[in-house]
């Protein structure tokens, strides 16, 4: 069983290696992303509070997210571990998380940060070319994420294990896998 929380910032490739460590650790790529488009699709009550606060332009609770996050981590196939991208964001849904977790008598394995220069990430977001991408909105979210993560960061010291999160997806993927295995003792 593996259950690890994926940090990094904007731009670092999270999803893209939560997706590669999920099919390769056969647990699930739990992202609150996917999670918010979900529910709000399938008019959950969830989906309907969350909306509501997205279509005013305002941050989704703590209360909504955490009631999301409760619900998948419930399915069938959340019970052999994940890899959760997205969530906790800040230690009070981390805390949620392990409440979450001590219901099903289990913990957080592991918490894989890719660490990436700040400059690099700047680069290659601005190279998607997207029109809401400009370098202040790029760079104030780097700010936004080194503030609002460096407490979880410390918070979850005992667990955390941090990666060069740049080079090709199969390299970064191999380096997180191998970390992972030296850290859980291959379980």
């Known amino acids: 069983m593996t259950r690890v929380v994926l940090v990094g910032p904007p731009g670092a490739g999270?999803?893209?290696?939560?997706?590669?460590?999920?099919?390769?650790?056969?647990?699930p790529h739990i992202s609150t992303g996917d999670l918010f488009r979900k529910h709000v699709s399938e008019e959950t009550e969830l989906g309907?509070?969350?909306?509501?606060?997205?279509?005013?332009?305002?941050?989704?609770?703590?209360?909504?997210?955490?009631?999301?996050?409760?619900?998948?981590?419930?399915?069938?196939?959340?019970?052999?571990?994940?890899?959760?991208?997205?969530?906790?964001?800040?230690?009070?849904?981390?805390?949620?998380?392990?409440?979450?977790?001590?219901?099903y008598g289990a913990k957080l394995d592991a918490v894989l940060e890719l660490k990436v220069d700040t400059e690099e990430v700047v680069q290659r977001?601005?190279?998607?070319?997207?029109?809401?991408?400009?370098?202040?909105?790029?760079?104030?979210?780097?700010?936004v994420y080194h503030t609002e993560t460096a407490p979880l960061l410390e918070y979850y010291a005992d667990r955390l294990i941090t990666i060069d999160g740049l080079g090709d997806v199969d390299e970064i993927s191999a380096r997180a896998l191998d970390a992972l295995n030296a850290f859980t003792g291959g379980s």
């Open 14 to 27: 999270k999803g893209t290696q939560a997706v590669a460590l999920s099919g390769k650790l056969g647990v």
């Open 48 to 103: 309907v509070q969350a909306k509501r606060y997205m279509d005013a332009g305002e941050l989704v609770p703590d209360s909504v997210t955490n009631g999301m996050v409760r619900q998948r981590l419930a399915e069938d196939d959340a019970q052999r571990g994940f890899v959760l991208d997205g969530f906790p964001r800040n230690t009070a849904q981390a805390g949620e998380l392990e409440s979450m977790l001590a219901e």
């Open 125 to 143: 977001l601005l190279a998607r070319g997207r029109t809401d991408d400009t370098e202040d909105v790029i760079r104030n979210r780097q700010n």
